[in-house]
């Protein structure tokens, strides 16, 4: 049984884990082959328990928890692009590629979408490389709409990222197959 709970320091290592292996077999074929291979597993690790020592104030990070293993992150918090009519984003949303397509990520969404709205945001935007198909079939399978797009760097190459919305986060929460 999967369970779903606001992530601790100590689950930086665990994070990371599901950050790196998820970039790898999701952007395979997007990003640079040489970034992929050169992820930093314990870099990656630090850098979260950084974020979560400083974490401002609304945003927060959950774990999807499989018997004491992380197998799945989520990060929410205000939206950084106030040119856009949206109160949250949901900066990541990661799973192990072990645990894709087994209903984690609609739960990870859903709980995400009730943070979210616990902390005064009943909207939510969040981006995605435009080439990631089946991260933007499941956005879009959640009712999500797409609202934006801009440019990201990674590894050095400029990629097309587009944004998907959700202007009323109450559907999200009760999405079919979820438990309340």
Same mark, same amino acid.
């Given at each position: ?24 077999? *999701? ?30 104030? =609304? @945003?927060?990070?959950?774990? *999807?928890?499989?018997? $004491? ?5 989520? @990060?929410?918090? %205000? ?5 856009? %009519?949206? *109160? =949250? ?26 943070? @979210?709205i616990e902390r005064g945001m009943d909207s939510m935007i ?17 009712? $999500? ?10 590894? =050095? ?21 979820? *438990?309340?």
């Open positions: 049984m999967v369970d779903i709970r606001h992530a601790r320091i100590e689950d930086a290592d665990g994070i990371a884990r599901v950050w790196a292996e998820s970039w790898r077999a *999701a952007y395979r074929g997007i990003v640079p082959d040489d970034y992929l291979n050169t992820i930093d597993v314990a870099e990656w690790a630090e850098r979260q328990r950084r974020n979560m020592e400083n974490q401002s104030v =609304g @945003s927060v990070s959950l774990i *999807a928890d499989d018997g $004491g293993s992380t197998v799945g992150w989520a @990060s929410l918090g %205000p939206n950084r692009m106030t040119d856009l %009519p949206y *109160a =949250g984003e949901l900066y990541a949303i990661y799973l192990l590629p072990s645990h894709w397509r087994r209903g984690i990520g609609r739960l990870l969404m859903t709980s995400t979408a009730r943070s @979210s969040l981006w995605v490389l435009s080439e990631n198909w089946p991260a933007r079939r499941f956005y879009e399978s959640m009712g $999500g709409s797409l609202v934006s797009e801009h440019t990201y760097t990674i590894g =050095g190459v400029s990629l097309p990222e587009v944004a998907y919305g959700w202007s009323e986060l109450g559907a999200l929460t009760t999405q079919a197959g979820v *438990a309340e």
